[in-house]
């Protein structure tokens, strides 16, 4: 049996989880921040696993919780924070710790999954669209505001625009389609715009991999080959803890 393996992805709006035992996913789910007190009565039920490994963006008041829980078990969460060299990736950032710790575990997922020149796309409270050449070295990415952000945004800055659900459309007719259009177009712009310059800096066609509560929506929008991977944090996350226990 191999060692089991707990992997935590705390973003800005959800706390992402999975349990590996011998490589392979078992258990995970997500939650909302605002509900991790359920997160942990389902955590209760879970054999205490071997390692913890984690990525947060969101803040060390966000995790208070979870380190108290987990040392109450005679566990430590083990932080990552991105460096030059992991897992066959390379961090070319000019300030590689500076890189979101998000981001590089989604890079290291996305190298493992694809093996490609690959486009990694995460669509959640903020977007990144970041680029992996053939050697699996990081040629830099974009953020911007999200699919919501950007909604709440135009209700918040512009009196006459009202919280509503809208649909893409080729010609919008009312101002919910109109918004959920302009986002849309928005969002896909860069996205389309970087795959193209990455297939043209590389000699085999690149991958593109999408993540994110706003995966499955962002590519149906996308007129470029493109897959939904919603678990790449995770997954390299994964790659980081076996990487450790084997070295």
Same mark, same amino acid.
């Given at each position: 049996?191999?060692?089991?393996?707990?992997?935590?992805?705390?973003?800005?709006?959800?706390?992402?989880?999975?349990?590996?035992?011998?490589?392979?996913?078992?258990?995970?789910?997500?939650?909302?921040?605002?509900?991790?007190?359920?997160?942990?009565?389902?955590?209760?039920?879970?054999?205490?696993?071997?390692?913890?490994?984690?990525?947060?963006?969101?803040?060390?008041?966000?995790?208070?919780?979870?380190?108290?829980?987990?040392?109450?078990?005679?566990?430590?969460?083990?932080?990552?924070?991105?460096?030059?060299?992991?897992?066959?990736?390379?961090?070319?950032?000019?300030?590689?710790?500076?890189?979101?710790?998000?981001?590089? +575990?989604? #890079? /290291?997922?996305?190298?493992?999954? %694809?093996? *490609?020149?690959?486009?990694?796309?995460? &669509?959640?409270?903020?977007?990144?669209?970041?680029?992996?050449?053939?050697?699996?070295?990081?040629?830099?990415?974009?953020?911007?505001?999200?699919?919501?952000?950007?909604?709440?945004?135009?209700?918040?800055?512009?009196?006459?625009?009202?919280?509503?659900?809208?649909?893409?459309?080729?010609?919008?007719?009312?101002?919910?389609?109109?918004?959920?259009?302009?986002?849309?177009?928005?969002?896909?712009?860069?996205?389309?715009?970087?795959?193209?310059?990455?297939?043209?800096?590389?000699?085999?066609?690149? +991958?593109? #991999? /999408?993540?994110?509560?706003?995966? %499955?929506? *962002?590519?149906?929008?996308?007129?470029? &080959?493109?897959?939904?991977?919603?678990?790449?944090?995770?997954?390299?996350?994964?790659?980081?803890?076996?990487?450790?226990?084997?070295?």
């Amino acid at each position: 049996m191999g060692k089991r393996i707990l992997a935590l992805d705390i973003g800005n709006t959800r706390i992402k989880w999975g349990l590996a035992e011998a490589s392979a996913w078992i258990e995970g789910g997500a939650t909302e921040h605002n509900l991790v007190e359920k997160l942990l009565l389902e955590w209760d039920r879970l054999p205490a696993p071997d390692k913890i490994i984690g990525s947060n963006v969101a803040g060390e008041t966000r995790i208070a919780i979870l380190t108290k829980y987990w040392r109450a078990r005679g566990l430590e969460i083990s932080w990552i924070k991105p460096g030059v060299m992991s897992c066959g990736v390379t961090n070319n950032y000019e300030q590689p710790k500076q890189l979101g710790s998000d981001r590089w +575990a989604a #890079l /290291i997922g996305a190298w493992h999954k %694809a093996r *490609l020149p690959c486009l990694v796309v995460s &669509a959640g409270t903020a977007m990144t669209i970041d680029m992996l050449d053939e050697q699996g070295r990081f040629m830099g990415g974009q953020i911007l505001p999200g699919r919501r952000l950007m909604q709440e945004c135009l209700v918040k800055g512009a009196h006459a625009l009202a919280a509503e659900t809208g649909q893409v459309k080729e010609c919008p007719l009312n101002t919910a389609d109109a918004m959920a259009t302009g986002i849309a177009n928005a969002l896909v712009s860069p996205i389309e715009s970087a795959f193209h310059r990455l297939e043209s800096w590389t000699r085999t066609k690149p +991958a593109c #991999l /999408i993540a994110g509560g706003d995966a %499955a929506w *962002l590519a149906g929008q996308l007129k470029i &080959a493109c897959r939904v991977e919603a678990g790449l944090v995770l997954d390299g996350l994964l790659k980081m803890s076996e990487e450790e226990i084997q070295s």
